[in-house]
């Protein structure tokens, strides 16, 4: 017979009896129906084998004045594997009564069952390898594959409710010893409880699939907001770009009616100075004819001066009407100015709107973002799921290895067994105790073998729970992947409306020079208008010089014109009033009007 590692039957004895702790736990706990406490004596043998368990192949560190070999130390790594223990490990340290590691490793277990995430943790200390070297040995519990089984086990845990109290409890001086006489029980007992096994199982199974059903249901709720959220977030910027183009469009009528009421009052004016051109070209003929014949023809002038003061009225009646199309193009310009302002303040409301616009795509593609981190998320879920099924179909193999070899040493034993019992007739006495010691070995052997078809069986339970859980998570993948379909839509439209926002923009640049353009125009028949009183006689442009000093007009000189004449001169030479035939009222006149017209009323006075 080949001797079995002592280390192996260590791991397979710790290994079985955290099998019939956690069982015991469950069943005991279903039947008791209520939270359990810390007295309660399934519990605490449940601790007590899970501090075997985690002492296991455990590294002796030495220091100078003691050897130490606590569990503290893999557990406190747990808070860098895992950020959700932090808390845990807070809240030991700040316990008052814990005074060594294995007291604060003993409230680590007693919190984590608590919370119901003991497995967890422990499987994510399982997986790294390397970092548990440091604190076990080549062939401890931890490193082999029975810690893979042990924390599946833990899963079933999840059932429990339990409220410990840790703070009064003296955990530093407690002595760890494993009651076997809670777990020696009769064939007889053995059958009837069966059935709570599968009752507890089939809760277990219940348990676990309710928790997965609503952890999916929140993220399925979740990914529904911000489908919801993308959704109205679009049609907001739909509506508002809608009422952009609205508000466009509005723009551009305006500016056409701007456009032909700008083309009219131009064709107005124009109209009208070719009127007054014509009438100061008579003029002018006339006043040159009359004073060729004034000494010839005295009577005739005075006819004529009649019919120049006729007109000159007329003039003046023109130049009143001028006067008064002159107010109403200069509140129309006001008008077109309160107009440009306002259509200013439009344009800077429609440019904080795109602004905002801007915002909202930042938050769009933020959310996307978070959307992609979750989608790795769920990937990585999944890579880890498959390697837990992986782990579990070895472990499926090894047991179906180690139920071949229990069924050939059976047979064996049978063969064995009848070969005695020939012999039993020739060796009555000593075969007797030989035959009990193999019926004890038998008896031993189909414990086992029940022991690990009952192992089996959760197994292939476990196994169809994560094929359920791999399917769901497959299931949310391709619901993922649609979502990420819809949002590279989205992001095509976003992209659209960016194109379509940038043509407005430009349009927007177009519309502002336009209405620029138009303001110029504006500003320019504005000057042509004031201009349009200097054109009854003589153009203001064609006078740069005083017609008697011959002085350059200036800021300081500036021009004036003469009333009966018609020239332009400055105000030293153009500062006498005198009451003309056209008008009672005394204007303003020239030097040398000013002489004629004094020595023509002297003329006529006897």
């Known amino acids: 017979m080949a001797t079995k590692d002592p280390t192996a039957v260590e791991r397979a004895n710790l290994l079985n009896m955290a099998k019939l702790s956690i069982k015991g736990l469950i069943e005991s706990a279903l039947s008791f129906g209520r939270t359990l406490d810390s007295d309660y004596p399934p519990l605490q043998q449940f601790f007590v084998v899970m501090e075997h368990c985690l002492k296991h192949g455990l590294k002796v560190r030495k220091s100078f004045l003691s050897y130490n070999k606590t569990i503290w130390g893999p557990l406190e790594l747990v808070e860098k594997l895992y950020p959700e223990a932090e808390e845990i490990g807070a809240s030991v340290r700040d316990l008052p009564g814990l005074k060594t590691p294995l007291g604060r490793a003993r409230a680590w277990l007693r919190l984590a069952l608590m919370q119901k995430k003991m497995a967890d943790y422990l499987r994510c200390l399982i997986i790294q390898r390397e970092l548990l070297s440091e604190f076990y040995e080549y062939h401890a519990l931890m490193m082999e594959e029975e810690g893979a089984v042990i924390v599946g086990l833990l899963v079933g845990l999840n059932v429990i409710d339990a409220n410990l109290c840790v703070k009064g409890e003296d955990l530093d001086s407690q002595v760890g010893v494993i009651d076997f006489s809670m777990y020696l029980k009769n064939e007889e007992e053995t059958g009837n409880k069966e059935r709570n096994v599968q009752i507890a199982a089939i809760l277990d199974q219940k348990n676990y699939v309710e928790e997965l059903n609503r952890q999916l249901n929140s993220t399925v709720s ?11 977030s679009n049609t907001k910027l739909i509506e508002e770009l809608a009422i952009a183009k609205n508000n466009i469009i509005k723009l551009q009528e305006e500016n056409h009616q701007l456009r032909s009421e700008n083309e009219l009052i131009l064709m107005r004016t124009r109209q009208h100075l070719e009127v007054t051109k014509v009438d100061v070209e008579t003029e002018l003929q006339t006043y040159k004819h009359s004073r060729q014949g004034l000494d010839e023809m005295y009577n005739d002038a005075r006819r004529q001066l009649r019919d120049e003061s006729q007109l000159r009225q007329d003039v003046e009646n023109e130049l009143s009407v001028q006067v008064g199309m002159k107010h109403e193009i200069e509140l129309a310009m006001k008008l077109l100015e309160k107009d440009i302002h306002e259509k200013q303040d439009t344009l800077i409301g429609l440019r904080q709107q795109l602004e905002e616009v801007k915002a909202i795509n930042i938050e769009m593609y933020q959310k996307l973002q978070g959307s992609e981190d979750s989608l790795k998320e769920k990937n990585e879920i999944i890579a880890r799921l498959e390697e837990k099924t992986n782990k579990i179909t070895t472990a499926m193999r090894q047991l179906e290895q180690r139920l071949q070899q229990a069924e050939k040493a059976q047979m064996e034993a049978e063969v064995q067994d009848e070969k005695y019992a020939q012999e039993c007739l020739s060796r009555s006495d000593s075969l007797q105790r030989q035959i009990s010691q193999k019926e004890q070995q038998l008896v031993q052997l189909e414990t086992d073998l029940k022991i690990e078809k009952e192992w089996r069986q959760t197994l292939q339970e476990d196994l169809q729970k994560e094929k359920d859980v791999l399917a769901h998570l497959r299931n949310e993948t391709q619901q993922i992947i649609s979502l990420k379909k819809e949002f590279l839509n989205l992001q095509d439209e976003n992209q659209q409306l960016k194109k379509i926002y940038h043509e407005q923009e430009q349009a927007l640049q177009e519309l502002g020079s336009k209405l620029f353009e138009s303001k110029l125009k504006i500003d320019d028949i504005k000057e042509a208008n004031q201009a349009l009183q200097g054109l009854v006689w003589l153009k203001d442009k064609e006078a740069t010089h005083c017609k008697l000093c011959e002085k350059e007009f200036s800021l300081s000189k500036r021009k004036h014109h003469c009333r009966n004449c ?40 006897p």
């Open 566 to 605: 018609g020239e332009i001169f400055c105000n030293a030479c153009s500062d006498n009033e005198l009451p003309l035939p056209s008008s009672p009222k005394p204007v303003r006149v020239c030097d040398s009007c000013h002489a004629i017209l004094i020595q023509r009323c002297s003329s006529n006075v």
């Open 222 to 232: 979740s990914l529904h907001s911000r489908v919801d959220s993308l959704e109205k």
